[in-house]
């Protein structure tokens, strides 16, 4: 299978634990993103990668969410101190180039208790 | 204001029937669109991508109007797998997603 992958595919956790995702990316795209959704609303930008290196960050991603791509491959995102409020589906996404179609992951589903 | 907007619906059709609904996109900058289509409790999977002189897949028609910040999906003789949640995107280096328009197609 040579599309998105993401790991684990289901999280649950207790409020103020660390929770850290991972995305591997379809291997020719140099470009990754990640994005969260929540029940009723399409997947909401939170930040995105080209190689290497993070090119932007969306104000939805408090100081308790980190991202790396370290070697321009696969991606973490880790979540700190984690909130009920951060409970939502967590979305990868990557393409070939910044107009690509951006082909997406099938996702994280985190809980948060 | 989101930076796209879709009617939510839902649209419920007979099979066979044709449905039509479209979006609104708020940045003049951005660059491409497309359609994604998800199903319940799974990714966006794209349905096709959207150009400015109007572009068919099949049973699906895409249209986009720049000047009027529109774009429009069309589905002909619908099948009951194309029951689905439809989301709009405007991609300006990040995809904007709308809300989605879900279309239930009924036998």
């Known amino acids: 299978d040579t599309g998105v992958s993401q790991n684990p595919r289901h999280k649950i956790t207790k409020r103020g634990q660390n929770v850290t995702f991972r995305c591997d990316p379809i291997s020719e795209h140099n470009r990754l993103y990640w994005y969260r959704q929540t029940l009723g609303q399409g997947p909401e930008f939170l930040t995105y990668f080209q190689n290497e290196a993070q090119l932007e960050k969306s104000r939805l991603l408090s100081d308790r969410f980190s991202a790396e791509r370290p070697k321009g491959s696969f991606s973490t995102l880790e979540i700190q101190r984690t909130e009920q409020g951060d409970s939502a589906m967590y979305l990868c996404?990557?393409?070939?180039?910044?107009?690509?179609?951006?082909?997406f992951g099938p996702g994280t589903r985190l809980l948060v208790l | 204001r989101k930076e796209v907007e879709q009617d939510p619906g839902p649209f419920n059709v007979p099979e066979g029937a044709t449905v039509a609904f479209n979006c609104t996109y708020s940045n003049s900058a951005s660059q491409s669109f497309f359609w994604y289509r998800q199903d319940c409790r799974k990714e966006p999977k794209l349905l096709m991508s959207?150009?400015?002189s109007g572009n068919e897949d099949g049973r699906f028609t895409a249209q986009l109007n720049r000047a009027s910040q529109y774009i429009s999906l069309l589905i002909r003789d619908s099948k009951l797998s194309d029951s689905a949640t439809y989301l709009c995107v405007a991609n300006d280096y990040k995809l904007s997603f709308g809300a989605g328009t879900t279309v239930t197609v009924r036998a």
């Open positions: 959207v150009y400015s």
């Open positions: 996404a990557s393409s070939l180039g910044p107009e690509g179609a951006q082909y």
